[in-house]
Protein backbone atom coordinates (compact mmCIF):
# COMPACT_ATOMS: atom_id res chain seq x y z
CA UNK A 1 0.00 0.00 0.00
CA UNK A 2 1.58 2.89 -0.84
CA UNK A 3 1.26 5.87 2.06
CA UNK A 4 -1.52 8.35 1.65
CA UNK A 5 -0.47 12.01 1.60
CA UNK A 6 -2.22 13.28 4.85
CA UNK A 7 -3.09 17.40 4.31
CA UNK A 8 -4.98 19.20 7.47
CA UNK A 9 -5.78 22.62 7.82
CA UNK A 10 -6.23 24.49 10.94
CA UNK A 11 -10.08 24.27 11.77
CA UNK A 12 -12.11 27.10 11.94
CA UNK A 13 -13.57 29.12 14.53
CA UNK A 14 -17.23 28.83 15.16
CA UNK A 15 -17.66 32.20 16.65
CA UNK A 16 -18.19 33.66 13.48
CA UNK A 17 -18.96 33.62 9.64
CA UNK A 18 -16.18 32.69 7.54
CA UNK A 19 -14.01 35.54 6.04
CA UNK A 20 -11.95 35.64 3.07
CA UNK A 21 -8.52 34.63 4.89
CA UNK A 22 -10.31 31.12 6.35
CA UNK A 23 -11.16 30.50 2.05
CA UNK A 24 -7.52 31.10 1.42
CA UNK A 25 -6.41 28.39 3.78
CA UNK A 26 -8.85 26.01 2.35
CA UNK A 27 -8.55 26.57 -1.38
CA UNK A 28 -4.20 26.20 -0.71
CA UNK A 29 -4.62 23.10 0.97
CA UNK A 30 -7.36 22.08 -1.89
CA UNK A 31 -5.02 22.74 -4.24
CA UNK A 32 -2.06 20.88 -2.62
CA UNK A 33 -4.46 17.76 -2.74
CA UNK A 34 -5.65 17.90 -6.48
CA UNK A 35 -1.83 18.52 -7.36
CA UNK A 36 -0.97 15.09 -5.60
CA UNK A 37 -3.95 13.07 -6.64
CA UNK A 38 -2.71 14.37 -10.49
CA UNK A 39 0.35 12.53 -9.32
CA UNK A 40 -1.77 9.44 -8.76
CA UNK A 41 -0.74 9.99 -5.17
CA UNK A 42 -3.73 8.45 -2.38
CA UNK A 43 -4.43 11.52 -0.43
CA UNK A 44 -6.45 12.34 2.79
CA UNK A 45 -7.92 15.61 3.03
CA UNK A 46 -8.98 16.64 6.45
CA UNK A 47 -10.83 19.44 7.18
CA UNK A 48 -13.39 20.99 9.76
CA UNK A 49 -14.31 22.82 12.95
CA UNK A 50 -13.69 23.89 16.05
CA UNK A 51 -16.63 24.98 18.02
CA UNK A 52 -16.02 24.73 21.44
CA UNK A 53 -14.75 27.85 23.69
CA UNK A 54 -15.08 30.90 25.74
CA UNK A 55 -15.98 32.74 22.81
CA UNK A 56 -18.67 30.85 21.53
CA UNK A 57 -20.49 30.23 24.96
CA UNK A 58 -20.48 34.01 24.73
CA UNK A 59 -21.79 34.35 21.69
CA UNK A 60 -24.48 31.84 22.13
CA UNK A 61 -25.27 33.42 25.85
CA UNK A 62 -26.27 36.61 23.86
CA UNK A 63 -28.13 35.15 21.61
CA UNK A 64 -30.23 33.07 24.14
CA UNK A 65 -29.81 29.87 22.21
CA UNK A 66 -27.53 26.87 22.90
CA UNK A 67 -24.55 26.96 22.15
CA UNK A 68 -24.81 23.34 19.98
CA UNK A 69 -27.58 25.49 18.25
CA UNK A 70 -24.90 28.22 17.48
CA UNK A 71 -21.92 26.29 16.32
CA UNK A 72 -24.35 24.37 14.05
CA UNK A 73 -25.24 27.41 12.76
CA UNK A 74 -22.25 28.52 11.70
CA UNK A 75 -21.03 25.16 10.90
CA UNK A 76 -23.16 25.17 8.03
CA UNK A 77 -21.91 28.34 6.57
CA UNK A 78 -18.34 26.93 7.03
CA UNK A 79 -19.72 23.75 5.01
CA UNK A 80 -22.05 25.56 2.29
CA UNK A 81 -18.62 28.03 1.48
CA UNK A 82 -16.23 24.56 0.86
CA UNK A 83 -19.02 23.33 -1.42
CA UNK A 84 -19.27 26.82 -3.60
CA UNK A 85 -15.53 27.01 -3.67
CA UNK A 86 -14.92 23.51 -5.11
CA UNK A 87 -13.12 22.55 -1.97
CA UNK A 88 -13.01 18.65 -2.09
CA UNK A 89 -12.37 17.33 1.37
CA UNK A 90 -12.34 13.47 2.41
CA UNK A 91 -12.98 13.70 5.90
CA UNK A 92 -14.46 16.52 8.28
CA UNK A 93 -13.15 17.34 11.72
CA UNK A 94 -16.16 18.84 14.09
CA UNK A 95 -14.97 18.62 17.44
CA UNK A 96 -18.45 17.96 18.77
CA UNK A 97 -18.56 14.44 17.25
CA UNK A 98 -18.16 12.17 20.49
CA UNK A 99 -15.75 10.65 18.29
CA UNK A 100 -13.48 13.08 18.68
CA UNK A 101 -14.39 13.40 22.52
CA UNK A 102 -13.52 10.13 23.21
CA UNK A 103 -10.23 10.41 21.30
CA UNK A 104 -9.18 13.51 23.49
CA UNK A 105 -10.47 12.07 26.64
CA UNK A 106 -8.42 9.09 26.16
CA UNK A 107 -5.08 11.09 25.53
CA UNK A 108 -5.41 12.66 28.26
CA UNK A 109 -6.42 9.97 30.77
CA UNK A 110 -2.86 8.51 29.34
CA UNK A 111 -1.03 11.60 30.20
CA UNK A 112 -2.55 12.03 33.49
CA UNK A 113 -1.67 8.19 34.09
CA UNK A 114 1.97 9.18 33.03
CA UNK A 115 1.92 12.10 35.37
CA UNK A 116 3.18 14.44 32.32
CA UNK A 117 -0.52 15.84 33.80
CA UNK A 118 -0.81 17.99 37.19
CA UNK A 119 -2.90 19.82 39.38
CA UNK A 120 -2.07 23.10 41.29
CA UNK A 121 -2.89 26.67 42.12
CA UNK A 122 -2.98 29.93 40.00
CA UNK A 123 -2.91 33.31 41.38
CA UNK A 124 -3.24 36.42 39.97
CA UNK A 125 -4.91 39.46 38.58
CA UNK A 126 -8.26 38.89 36.94
CA UNK A 127 -10.60 40.21 34.47
CA UNK A 128 -14.41 39.73 35.36
CA UNK A 129 -15.42 40.74 31.72
CA UNK A 130 -12.86 38.66 29.43
CA UNK A 131 -12.86 35.62 31.67
CA UNK A 132 -9.25 35.03 31.97
CA UNK A 133 -6.30 35.85 34.44
CA UNK A 134 -3.80 38.69 33.20
CA UNK A 135 0.13 39.12 33.25
CA UNK A 136 2.10 42.09 33.24
CA UNK A 137 1.95 41.96 29.87
CA UNK A 138 -1.79 43.31 29.94
CA UNK A 139 -0.85 46.46 31.74
CA UNK A 140 -1.12 49.82 30.19
CA UNK A 141 2.43 52.19 30.10
CA UNK A 142 0.67 53.87 33.17
CA UNK A 143 1.22 50.24 34.91
CA UNK A 144 -2.67 49.52 35.71
CA UNK A 145 -4.90 47.03 33.57
CA UNK A 146 -7.15 49.14 31.19
CA UNK A 147 -10.82 49.75 31.16
CA UNK A 148 -11.14 46.97 28.36
CA UNK A 149 -10.56 44.64 31.15
CA UNK A 150 -13.21 45.26 32.93
CA UNK A 151 -13.34 44.96 36.88
CA UNK A 152 -9.96 42.99 37.79
CA UNK A 153 -9.94 41.41 40.90
CA UNK A 154 -7.31 39.09 42.60
CA UNK A 155 -8.48 35.23 42.06
CA UNK A 156 -6.91 31.70 43.11
CA UNK A 157 -8.13 29.12 41.10
CA UNK A 158 -7.00 25.23 41.06
CA UNK A 159 -6.44 23.94 37.50
CA UNK A 160 -4.80 21.12 35.15
CA UNK A 161 -1.17 21.48 34.09
CA UNK A 162 0.74 19.89 30.90
CA UNK A 163 4.31 19.06 31.87
CA UNK A 164 5.56 21.50 28.69
CA UNK A 165 8.79 23.08 29.88
CA UNK A 166 10.13 19.50 30.51
CA UNK A 167 10.13 19.07 26.71
CA UNK A 168 11.69 22.18 26.09
CA UNK A 169 15.53 20.48 25.00
CA UNK A 170 13.82 17.77 23.09
CA UNK A 171 12.12 20.23 21.29
CA UNK A 172 15.42 22.03 20.30
CA UNK A 173 17.08 19.14 19.48
CA UNK A 174 14.08 17.86 17.22
CA UNK A 175 14.47 21.80 15.57
CA UNK A 176 17.74 21.44 14.80
CA UNK A 177 18.06 18.20 12.95
CA UNK A 178 14.59 18.54 11.10
CA UNK A 179 15.26 21.53 9.98
CA UNK A 180 12.71 21.06 7.48
CA UNK A 181 9.92 20.65 10.18
CA UNK A 182 8.63 24.01 9.04
CA UNK A 183 7.83 25.55 5.39
CA UNK A 184 9.16 28.98 4.75
CA UNK A 185 12.36 28.21 6.42
CA UNK A 186 12.38 31.73 8.17
CA UNK A 187 9.13 30.64 10.02
CA UNK A 188 11.31 27.59 11.76
CA UNK A 189 13.91 29.99 12.43
CA UNK A 190 11.37 32.37 14.80
CA UNK A 191 9.93 29.03 16.12
CA UNK A 192 13.45 28.15 17.16
CA UNK A 193 13.63 31.52 18.78
CA UNK A 194 10.01 31.34 20.59
CA UNK A 195 11.24 27.90 21.89
CA UNK A 196 14.43 28.87 23.48
CA UNK A 197 12.16 31.57 25.62
CA UNK A 198 10.05 29.28 26.47
CA UNK A 199 9.30 28.84 30.60
CA UNK A 200 6.37 27.33 32.90
CA UNK A 201 4.11 24.55 31.91
CA UNK A 202 0.74 24.78 29.88
CA UNK A 203 -2.76 25.25 31.89
CA UNK A 204 -4.88 22.65 30.08
CA UNK A 205 -8.35 23.62 32.09
CA UNK A 206 -11.45 25.94 33.41
CA UNK A 207 -13.13 24.99 35.67
CA UNK A 208 -17.06 24.28 35.13
CA UNK A 209 -17.78 27.26 36.78
CA UNK A 210 -16.59 29.87 34.12
CA UNK A 211 -16.63 27.24 31.26
CA UNK A 212 -18.63 24.51 30.70
CA UNK A 213 -18.89 24.24 26.46
CA UNK A 214 -16.33 22.09 26.19
CA UNK A 215 -14.69 18.14 26.83
CA UNK A 216 -15.14 17.32 30.33
CA UNK A 217 -11.57 16.51 32.00
CA UNK A 218 -11.69 11.90 31.94
CA UNK A 219 -10.13 12.29 35.79
CA UNK A 220 -12.18 15.56 37.10
CA UNK A 221 -16.04 15.81 36.26
CA UNK A 222 -15.93 20.07 37.75
CA UNK A 223 -13.25 20.53 34.57
CA UNK A 224 -13.09 21.49 31.10
CA UNK A 225 -10.33 20.84 29.01
CA UNK A 226 -8.69 24.27 27.63
CA UNK A 227 -8.40 25.00 24.78
CA UNK A 228 -5.60 22.97 22.33
CA UNK A 229 -5.84 19.21 23.23
CA UNK A 230 -9.64 19.59 21.99
CA UNK A 231 -8.23 21.75 18.72
CA UNK A 232 -5.05 19.99 17.63
CA UNK A 233 -6.04 16.23 18.86
CA UNK A 234 -8.62 16.57 16.18
CA UNK A 235 -5.53 15.60 13.20
CA UNK A 236 -5.27 12.50 14.68
CA UNK A 237 -8.86 11.92 16.33
CA UNK A 238 -10.53 11.51 12.99
CA UNK A 239 -8.22 9.49 11.05
CA UNK A 240 -8.51 6.41 13.87
CA UNK A 241 -5.55 7.09 16.40
CA UNK A 242 -6.05 5.04 19.54
CA UNK A 243 -5.37 7.21 22.65
CA UNK A 244 -5.00 3.80 24.88
CA UNK A 245 -2.04 2.07 22.51
CA UNK A 246 0.75 3.37 23.82
CA UNK A 247 3.31 1.78 21.76
CA UNK A 248 2.80 3.99 18.31
CA UNK A 249 3.51 1.13 16.27
CA UNK A 250 0.72 -0.63 17.13
CA UNK A 251 -1.47 1.73 15.96
CA UNK A 252 -4.35 0.76 14.01
CA UNK A 253 -2.61 0.94 9.84
CA UNK A 254 -5.27 3.66 8.66
CA UNK A 255 -4.04 5.67 10.54
CA UNK A 256 -0.40 4.84 10.52
CA UNK A 257 -1.15 4.79 6.17
CA UNK A 258 -1.71 7.93 6.46
CA UNK A 259 0.48 9.97 9.26
CA UNK A 260 2.49 12.34 9.52
CA UNK A 261 0.10 15.07 8.16
CA UNK A 262 0.87 18.09 6.52
CA UNK A 263 -0.66 20.93 8.22
CA UNK A 264 -1.53 23.59 6.23
CA UNK A 265 -2.05 26.60 8.67
CA UNK A 266 -1.84 30.62 8.98
CA UNK A 267 1.30 32.74 10.81
CA UNK A 268 -0.33 33.39 13.96
CA UNK A 269 -1.27 29.85 14.78
CA UNK A 270 2.70 28.97 14.39
CA UNK A 271 3.80 30.01 17.86
CA UNK A 272 2.91 28.88 20.38
CA UNK A 273 0.36 26.09 19.19
CA UNK A 274 1.01 23.85 16.31
CA UNK A 275 5.18 24.71 16.52
CA UNK A 276 5.79 23.99 20.53
CA UNK A 277 2.37 22.62 22.02
CA UNK A 278 1.84 20.37 19.21
CA UNK A 279 4.87 18.20 18.55
CA UNK A 280 5.50 18.23 22.51
CA UNK A 281 1.77 16.73 23.22
CA UNK A 282 2.69 13.76 20.06
CA UNK A 283 6.27 13.39 21.81
CA UNK A 284 4.89 12.95 25.45
CA UNK A 285 1.98 10.65 23.64
CA UNK A 286 5.15 8.56 22.11
CA UNK A 287 5.53 9.56 19.03
CA UNK A 288 8.69 8.45 17.13
CA UNK A 289 10.64 11.66 15.79
CA UNK A 290 10.92 10.38 12.34
CA UNK A 291 6.98 10.33 12.83
CA UNK A 292 6.13 14.33 13.47
CA UNK A 293 3.95 16.50 10.77
CA UNK A 294 4.83 18.73 8.65
CA UNK A 295 3.47 22.76 8.85
CA UNK A 296 3.13 24.65 6.19
CA UNK A 297 2.36 28.04 7.31
CA UNK A 298 1.18 30.45 4.88
CA UNK A 299 0.62 34.37 5.08
CA UNK A 300 -2.18 36.65 5.76
CA UNK A 301 -4.43 38.42 3.35
CA UNK A 302 -4.96 42.11 4.57
CA UNK A 303 -7.15 45.23 3.48
CA UNK A 304 -4.52 47.99 2.80
CA UNK A 305 -2.15 46.90 5.12
CA UNK A 306 -4.16 46.10 8.31
CA UNK A 307 -5.52 43.12 9.57
CA UNK A 308 -8.83 42.13 8.42
CA UNK A 309 -11.54 42.15 11.31
CA UNK A 310 -15.34 41.68 11.65
CA UNK A 311 -15.21 44.46 14.60
CA UNK A 312 -13.28 46.49 12.17
CA UNK A 313 -15.36 46.06 9.70
CA UNK A 314 -12.77 45.00 6.55
CA UNK A 315 -13.74 41.39 6.50
CA UNK A 316 -14.30 40.29 2.92
CA UNK A 317 -17.12 38.06 2.32
CA UNK A 318 -15.84 35.15 -0.09
CA UNK A 319 -19.88 34.36 -0.79
CA UNK A 320 -20.39 37.77 -2.73
CA UNK A 321 -17.37 37.39 -4.33
CA UNK A 322 -18.09 34.05 -5.73
CA UNK A 323 -21.12 35.42 -6.13
CA UNK A 324 -20.05 37.92 -8.61
CA UNK A 325 -17.35 36.39 -9.99
CA UNK A 326 -17.45 33.16 -10.04
CA UNK A 327 -15.76 29.98 -7.68
CA UNK A 328 -12.70 29.69 -10.29
CA UNK A 329 -11.87 33.72 -10.42
CA UNK A 330 -11.98 33.87 -6.74
CA UNK A 331 -9.79 30.40 -6.63
CA UNK A 332 -7.75 31.88 -9.46
CA UNK A 333 -6.60 35.17 -7.53
CA UNK A 334 -5.89 33.77 -3.96
CA UNK A 335 -3.48 31.25 -5.36
CA UNK A 336 -1.92 33.34 -7.85
CA UNK A 337 -1.76 36.85 -6.62
CA UNK A 338 0.06 36.11 -2.65
CA UNK A 339 3.34 34.53 -2.43
CA UNK A 340 2.99 31.45 -0.08
CA UNK A 341 3.85 32.40 3.52
CA UNK A 342 3.94 35.66 3.00
CA UNK A 343 1.01 38.64 3.31
CA UNK A 344 -0.89 39.89 0.91
CA UNK A 345 -3.54 42.86 0.51
CA UNK A 346 -6.97 41.89 -0.80
CA UNK A 347 -8.32 44.06 -3.56
CA UNK A 348 -10.73 43.30 -5.60
CA UNK A 349 -9.73 45.39 -8.75
CA UNK A 350 -6.87 42.93 -8.68
CA UNK A 351 -9.53 40.03 -8.79
CA UNK A 352 -10.45 41.53 -12.13
CA UNK A 353 -7.29 42.54 -13.54
CA UNK A 354 -5.49 39.54 -13.60
CA UNK A 355 -8.57 37.45 -14.45
CA UNK A 356 -8.84 39.56 -17.32
CA UNK A 357 -5.32 40.00 -18.17
CA UNK A 358 -4.12 36.38 -17.49
CA UNK A 359 -7.30 34.37 -18.18
CA UNK A 360 -9.34 36.08 -20.35
CA UNK A 361 -6.57 37.53 -22.54
CA UNK A 362 -3.97 34.41 -22.68
CA UNK A 363 -4.90 31.63 -21.93
CA UNK A 364 -8.82 31.45 -23.11
CA UNK A 365 -7.71 33.49 -26.30
CA UNK A 366 -4.83 31.04 -26.95
CA UNK A 367 -7.84 28.44 -26.54
CA UNK A 368 -10.43 29.88 -28.60
CA UNK A 369 -7.88 30.56 -31.98
CA UNK A 370 -6.18 27.48 -31.49
CA UNK A 371 -8.99 25.51 -31.90
CA UNK A 372 -10.68 28.35 -34.44
CA UNK A 373 -8.04 27.97 -36.65
CA UNK A 374 -7.93 24.24 -36.57
CA UNK A 375 -11.53 24.20 -37.64
CA UNK A 376 -10.61 26.85 -40.27
CA UNK A 377 -7.53 24.94 -41.27
CA UNK A 378 -7.26 21.94 -41.30
CA UNK A 379 -11.47 20.69 -40.77
CA UNK A 380 -10.82 19.91 -36.97
CA UNK A 381 -8.20 17.74 -37.22
CA UNK A 382 -4.71 17.38 -36.30
CA UNK A 383 -2.47 16.37 -39.01
CA UNK A 384 0.91 16.17 -37.90
CA UNK A 385 2.93 13.32 -35.41
CA UNK A 386 4.81 14.88 -33.11
CA UNK A 387 7.77 13.42 -34.14
CA UNK A 388 7.65 15.35 -36.99
CA UNK A 389 9.16 18.34 -35.40
CA UNK A 390 11.30 19.06 -32.52
CA UNK A 391 10.58 22.92 -31.88
CA UNK A 392 10.53 25.84 -30.06
CA UNK A 393 7.67 25.49 -28.35
CA UNK A 394 8.24 21.71 -27.74
CA UNK A 395 10.87 22.72 -25.38
CA UNK A 396 9.22 25.46 -23.74
CA UNK A 397 6.40 23.10 -23.05
CA UNK A 398 9.11 20.96 -21.42
CA UNK A 399 10.58 23.95 -19.38
CA UNK A 400 7.22 25.11 -18.01
CA UNK A 401 6.21 21.57 -17.21
CA UNK A 402 9.71 21.51 -14.66
CA UNK A 403 8.39 24.59 -13.19
CA UNK A 404 5.51 23.61 -12.62
CA UNK A 405 6.33 20.09 -10.98
CA UNK A 406 9.18 22.44 -8.92
CA UNK A 407 6.52 25.24 -8.04
CA UNK A 408 4.05 22.52 -7.28
CA UNK A 409 6.58 20.73 -4.50
CA UNK A 410 7.79 23.81 -2.73
CA UNK A 411 3.73 24.75 -2.41
CA UNK A 412 4.01 27.86 -4.43
CA UNK A 413 0.73 27.76 -6.45
CA UNK A 414 2.10 31.40 -7.77
CA UNK A 415 4.72 29.68 -9.75
CA UNK A 416 2.05 26.47 -10.59
CA UNK A 417 -0.24 29.29 -12.28
CA UNK A 418 2.74 31.15 -13.77
CA UNK A 419 3.88 27.92 -15.57
CA UNK A 420 0.40 28.13 -17.51
CA UNK A 421 0.69 31.53 -18.22
CA UNK A 422 4.37 31.89 -19.97
CA UNK A 423 3.06 28.66 -21.94
CA UNK A 424 0.55 30.68 -22.87
CA UNK A 425 2.25 33.49 -23.59
CA UNK A 426 4.85 31.82 -25.83
CA UNK A 427 1.94 30.83 -27.74
CA UNK A 428 0.39 33.32 -28.64
CA UNK A 429 3.49 35.03 -29.71
CA UNK A 430 4.54 31.90 -31.64
CA UNK A 431 0.64 32.58 -33.35
CA UNK A 432 1.17 36.23 -34.31
CA UNK A 433 4.76 35.67 -35.59
CA UNK A 434 3.63 32.62 -38.00
CA UNK A 435 0.56 34.32 -39.00
CA UNK A 436 -0.86 31.02 -39.82
CA UNK A 437 -4.19 32.43 -41.59
CA UNK A 438 -1.21 34.19 -43.86
CA UNK A 439 0.63 30.59 -44.13
CA UNK A 440 -2.40 28.73 -44.99
CA UNK A 441 -3.08 31.09 -48.44
CA UNK A 442 0.12 29.02 -49.80
CA UNK A 443 -0.49 25.20 -50.48
CA UNK A 444 3.09 24.76 -50.45
CA UNK A 445 2.84 26.03 -46.74
CA UNK A 446 0.21 23.06 -45.63
CA UNK A 447 2.17 20.89 -43.73
CA UNK A 448 4.25 23.78 -41.39
CA UNK A 449 0.52 24.88 -40.20
CA UNK A 450 -0.70 21.54 -39.83
CA UNK A 451 2.65 21.30 -37.53
CA UNK A 452 2.16 25.03 -35.71
CA UNK A 453 -1.44 24.00 -34.92
CA UNK A 454 -0.62 20.32 -33.41
CA UNK A 455 1.83 21.74 -31.21
CA UNK A 456 -0.39 24.85 -29.82
CA UNK A 457 -3.07 21.91 -29.11
CA UNK A 458 -0.47 19.99 -27.64
CA UNK A 459 0.67 22.92 -25.38
CA UNK A 460 -2.96 23.55 -24.69
CA UNK A 461 -3.24 20.54 -23.44
CA UNK A 462 -0.46 20.98 -21.09
CA UNK A 463 -1.63 24.02 -20.31
CA UNK A 464 -5.21 22.41 -18.89
CA UNK A 465 -3.33 20.09 -16.89
CA UNK A 466 -1.29 22.94 -14.95
CA UNK A 467 -4.13 24.73 -14.41
CA UNK A 468 -6.38 21.95 -13.19
CA UNK A 469 -6.00 21.95 -9.54
CA UNK A 470 -6.64 25.34 -8.89
CA UNK A 471 -9.45 25.70 -11.75
CA UNK A 472 -10.86 22.20 -12.22
CA UNK A 473 -13.91 23.36 -14.37
CA UNK A 474 -12.00 25.31 -16.70
CA UNK A 475 -9.64 22.26 -17.22
CA UNK A 476 -12.24 20.21 -18.03
CA UNK A 477 -13.59 22.78 -20.42
CA UNK A 478 -10.60 22.92 -22.24
CA UNK A 479 -10.38 19.33 -22.38
CA UNK A 480 -14.14 18.75 -23.61
CA UNK A 481 -13.51 21.28 -26.35
CA UNK A 482 -10.31 19.47 -27.61
CA UNK A 483 -12.45 16.13 -27.43
CA UNK A 484 -9.61 14.89 -25.00
CA UNK A 485 -10.39 11.88 -22.60
CA UNK A 486 -14.30 12.43 -22.76
CA UNK A 487 -14.99 9.16 -21.06
CA UNK A 488 -13.59 11.02 -18.13
CA UNK A 489 -15.59 13.62 -18.28
CA UNK A 490 -16.15 15.27 -15.17
CA UNK A 491 -14.12 13.41 -13.37
CA UNK A 492 -10.71 14.23 -11.87
CA UNK A 493 -9.15 11.31 -12.48
CA UNK A 494 -9.07 12.65 -16.01
CA UNK A 495 -6.46 14.70 -14.91
CA UNK A 496 -3.13 12.99 -14.36
CA UNK A 497 0.65 14.13 -14.40
CA UNK A 498 1.72 11.06 -16.29
CA UNK A 499 0.40 12.57 -19.26
CA UNK A 500 2.47 15.73 -19.61
CA UNK A 501 4.52 13.98 -21.66
CA UNK A 502 4.99 16.03 -24.99
CA UNK A 503 2.59 14.38 -27.53
CA UNK A 504 0.05 12.30 -26.52
CA UNK A 505 -2.89 13.75 -28.79
CA UNK A 506 -2.81 11.20 -31.71
CA UNK A 507 -2.53 12.00 -35.39
CA UNK A 508 -5.98 12.26 -37.14
CA UNK A 509 -7.51 13.05 -33.66
CA UNK A 510 -10.82 15.64 -34.23
CA UNK A 511 -11.12 18.94 -31.81
CA UNK A 512 -14.27 20.19 -30.80
CA UNK A 513 -15.52 24.03 -31.65
CA UNK A 514 -13.77 26.80 -29.20
CA UNK A 515 -16.37 28.13 -26.41
CA UNK A 516 -15.88 30.88 -24.58
CA UNK A 517 -13.68 29.76 -21.40
CA UNK A 518 -13.15 32.87 -19.17
CA UNK A 519 -15.39 35.87 -20.58
CA UNK A 520 -13.69 38.60 -19.38
CA UNK A 521 -15.42 41.34 -16.60
CA UNK A 522 -15.96 44.46 -17.62
N1 LIG B 1 -9.48 27.32 15.65
C1 LIG B 1 -8.14 27.79 15.50
C2 LIG B 1 -7.24 26.76 14.83
C3 LIG B 1 -7.18 25.42 15.50
S1 LIG B 1 -6.25 24.31 14.53
C4 LIG B 1 -6.04 22.98 15.52
C5 LIG B 1 -8.14 29.06 14.63
N2 LIG B 1 -9.25 29.33 13.94
S2 LIG B 1 -9.45 30.64 13.07
O1 LIG B 1 -10.80 30.53 12.52
O2 LIG B 1 -9.16 31.82 13.81
O3 LIG B 1 -8.43 30.61 11.89
C6 LIG B 1 -8.42 29.51 11.01
C7 LIG B 1 -7.28 29.64 10.01
O4 LIG B 1 -7.53 30.77 9.19
C8 LIG B 1 -5.92 29.87 10.70
O5 LIG B 1 -4.92 29.07 10.08
C9 LIG B 1 -5.66 31.32 10.44
O6 LIG B 1 -4.29 31.62 10.34
C10 LIG B 1 -6.34 31.52 9.10
N3 LIG B 1 -6.65 32.93 8.88
C11 LIG B 1 -7.41 33.75 9.67
N4 LIG B 1 -7.38 34.99 9.13
C12 LIG B 1 -6.60 35.00 8.01
C13 LIG B 1 -6.27 35.95 7.03
N5 LIG B 1 -6.68 37.21 7.09
N6 LIG B 1 -5.53 35.53 5.99
C14 LIG B 1 -5.12 34.23 5.84
N7 LIG B 1 -5.42 33.32 6.75
C15 LIG B 1 -6.11 33.68 7.87
O7 LIG B 1 -7.12 29.73 14.61
Same mark, same amino acid.
Given at each position: MPKTFYITTAIDYTNSAPHIGHAYEKVLADVIARYHRLKGEPVYFLTGVDQHGQKVQQSAEKREIPPQQFVAGITEQFIALWDKLEVRYDGWAATTNPLHKQCVQGMLERLWNQKQLYRDKQSGYYSVRQE?????????????????????????????????????EWLLKFLSSHPAFVTPSFRQTELVNAVEKLGGDLCISRPK?????? #???????EYVNYV????????????????????????????????????? #???? #????????????????????????????????? $???????????? $????????????????????????????????? @???????????????????????????????????????????????? @????????????????FSTPGMLAAADCLSSRCNEAIDREKPWELAKDRGRQAKVACLLYELAEAVRLIALFI??????????????????MELGGKEERFSAGDMEWGQLPEGHVVGKPAPLFPRFT
Open positions: QFLTDKERGPDGNFGPEWGTVEYREEENYYFTLSSHKSRLNWG #IELPFDPWFDALSNYLSFVGYDPNLTDFSSQPSTFLDKWPALHV #IGKD #IMVPAHGIYWPIMLHALGFPDDRMPGLLVHGWW $NIGGAKMSKSVG $NSVDPNTLVDKYGAEAVRYYLMSDIVTGKDADF @SEERLVARYNSDLANNIGNLVSRTLNMLNRFCHARLNARASDFNSELQ @SQARAQRERFQQSADESPVLPRAAHGVFDQLQWK
